[in-house]
């Protein structure tokens, strides 16, 4: 069993940045792979980013390349995504996510478990 708690959302104006931390709990966090996703309402939840159990490896979509940065701490068994440039189009409910595979790569997952969730809001 896996517990994900995300913080870290919040309101931002356009071009502000925002960093959102996921806090893992219950299993030895660097065994697993874990991914960001986000979703907007009225659309479908989508992947932003995917981080090796290492951290060596980060994975992004394309309409978030370049401004968002994965990275993740294994000693305080947290994950973090840094959002950079924000867009209004970047307004979603954002959650983490844990890939207990060990399988390398799998951008879209399937993901094991998931956090509850942090709004982050940006203005225009």
């Known amino acids: 069993q896996v517990q994900l708690v995300e913080s870290g959302g919040g309101l931002v104006q356009a071009g502000g940045s925002l960093r959102l931390s996921c806090a893992a709990s219950?299993?030895?966090?660097?065994?697993?792979?874990m991914g960001w996703f986000r979703q907007a309402p009225g659309k479908e939840r989508e992947v932003v980013a995917r981080?090796?159990?290492?951290?060596?490896?980060?994975y992004y979509a394309d309409s978030v390349q370049g401004r968002f940065t994965s990275s993740r701490d294994n000693a305080k068994n947290t994950v973090y995504l840094q959002m950079n440039s924000l867009k209004p189009e970047d307004t979603a409910v954002y959650y983490c996510?844990?890939?207990?595979?060990?399988?390398?790569?799998?951008?879209?997952?399937?993901?094991?478990?998931w956090g509850q969730g942090t709004q982050v809001t940006v203005s225009s």
């Open positions: 996510a844990a890939d207990l595979s060990g399988v390398e790569g799998r951008f879209r997952g399937p993901y094991d478990y």
């Open positions: 981080i090796s159990r290492s951290g060596g490896r980060t």
């Open positions: 219950g299993r030895t966090f660097s065994s697993y792979a």
